[in-house]
């Protein structure tokens, strides 16, 4: 119960500053962690951050089902639940509609690894899933299909799925995709943004996974 309430100001906390850094506007975009293998914490449907309290944050199990919480869970779950479920290793997922990383979305137009920051993290560029009605179980596959190996995607005229061991990185993975999504447009007007190679984002996100995550963890 103390770790569920933990992971639940949390949510708030991370939602706050999602709204503050204009990640997301009102009440939209959605937040989730992973209590264990059967439980998933999420926000509610609705409700702006900064007025929730930990007990309007739903728990759910891995079929949808509401176990603790009284408020409904965000219209997205089956997006989130569909990353757990596909990604073992992620233990956080946050949707936001930021602004130049929507501008790509709307465009349909992958970010490319163009800053080295968000090639270590991401492992690659930022693709686009197939558009689908949010919500629905559709735009879920879609974004599993995109996503793959990597920590961040595109939903098609919606906006971006970042994901994190953790929320603190899942945090992180949002602001670097917003940040080099308006770097990418910038980077267009001038005449055009020079992707990485391959092999150099490979190393740099190796790098990344083996060491540089591990001592942020250390701290």
Not at 20 to 39: M, Q
Not at 86 to 102: E, K, L, M, N, Y
Not at 134 to 149: C, D, I, K, S, W
Not at 169 to 175: D, G, K, M, S, Y
Request: glycine share 8%.
């Amino acid at each position: 119960m103390a770790e569920v309430d933990r992971l639940r100001g949390s949510i708030i906390d991370v939602g706050i500053k999602l709204y503050e850094r204009r990640l997301v506007t009102g009440t939209w975009g959605n937040i989730s962690v992973r209590h264990d293998a059967d439980t998933v914490v999420i926000t509610p449907s609705g409700r702006e951050y900064d007025g929730l309290k930990m007990q309007d944050v739903p728990v759910v199990n891995m079929n949808g089902e509401v176990i603790r919480g009284g408020l409904v869970p965000s219209s997205e779950l089956p997006l989130h639940l569909a990353v757990y479920r596909a990604r073992p290793d992620i233990g956080a997922v946050i949707h936001t509609h930021s602004i130049f990383a929507s501008a790509c979305a709307a465009a349909r137009k992958a970010i490319p690894p163009i800053i080295e920051d968000l090639a270590q993290v991401n492992g690659g560029s930022v693709d686009v899933a197939e558009y689908a009605l949010p919500g629905t179980e559709a735009v879920a596959v879609n974004a599993v299909a995109a996503l793959q190996n990597k920590q961040a995607v595109l939903l098609a005229n919606h906006g971006v799925v970042a994901c994190g061991k953790d929320l603190k990185e899942a945090l992180i993975v949002c602001e670097l995709v917003e940040k080099t999504a308006q770097i990418f447009v910038y980077a267009e007007q001038l005449g055009g943004a020079a992707a990485l190679e391959a092999d150099e984002v490979a190393d740099m996100h190796k790098f990344y996974c083996e060491k540089y995550s591990r001592r942020r963890e250390e701290k």
